[in-house]
T-cell receptor
Framework: GQSLEQPSEVTAVEGAIVQINCTYQ??????LSWYQQHDGGAPTFLSY????GLEETGRFSSFLSRSDSYGYLLLQELQMKDSASYFC?????????????FGAGTRLFVKA | DTAVSQTPKYLVTQMGNDKSIKCEQN?????MYWYKQDSKKFLKIMFS???????INETVPNRFSPKSPDKAHLNLHINSLELGDSAVYFC????????????FGPGTRLTVT
């Protein structure tokens, strides 16, 4: 089967750095993605990792360790607008093909 | 220019009714999806179509039937609506069936009373 675990909530202050972890279990691994969703909005794509290592996109970075079945999203220089839910998503093998499953989401609260 | 659009944005209906949600994407993508997000924000895939062919069909009640008339459209029809169907339904699209990047529509908030 497939499963993902991520913390339900994280709180940090403006200007700080926060790391949101994601551990996964999947039969066949093909990539880990991160999505951001503001209240009342739609999920928007942030990053994708298929290979081990760190991918940096502006203030956001994403890391993957396939041997540990683990990844994280790193948000630097936090801003109030970063308050949102963050979902990790894994693409794994599935009867007949591939399937993407999403974690339950981590609610990030950024305080002034 | 809206990339992925859904109609309606809000849908309030009574138990037992039949309703449809429409989705269109103008990104030229070949794969489209329907997701259900419940009140706890859990996002679960329901269906996926690649080039108008059904490739993922999760364990959802038969009352849910997707239809893809062409690559740019994926509609969702729901029969005999139940209270538990209340949720936000998101349409999404991507190029290929890979995970790289999915573009989500604004969502349709369905409330069944």
């Amino acid at each position: 089967g497939q499963s993902l675990e991520q913390p339900s909530e994280v709180t940090a202050v403006e200007g700080a750095i926060v790391q949101i972890n994601c551990t996964y279990q999947t039969s066949g691994f093909y990539g880990l993605s991160w999505y951001q969703q503001h209240d009342g909005g739609a999920p928007t794509f942030l990053s994708y990792n298929a290979l081990d290592g760190l991918e940096e996109t502006g203030r956001f970075s994403s890391f993957l360790s396939r041997s540990d079945s683990y990844g994280y999203l790193l948000l630097q220089e936090l801003q109030m607008k970063d308050s949102a839910s963050y979902f990790c998503a894994v693409r794994g093998a599935y009867t007949g093909g591939f399937k993407t499953i999403f974690g339950a989401g981590t609610r990030l609260f950024v305080k002034a | 220019d809206t990339a992925v659009s859904q109609t309606p944005k809000y849908l309030v209906t009574q138990m037992g009714n039949d309703k449809s949600i429409k989705c269109e994407q103008n990104l030229g993508h070949d794969t489209m999806y329907w997701y259900k997000q419940d009140s706890k924000k859990f996002l679960k895939i329901m269906f996926s179509y690649n080039n108008k062919e059904l490739i993922i069909n999760e364990t959802v009640p038969n009352r849910f039937s997707p239809k893809s008339p062409d690559k740019a459209h994926l509609n969702l029809h729901i029969n005999s609506l139940e209270l538990g169907d209340s949720a936000v339904y998101f349409c999404a699209s991507s190029q290929g069936t890979g995970l790289n990047e999915q573009y989500f529509g604004p969502g349709t908030r369905l409330t069944v009373t």
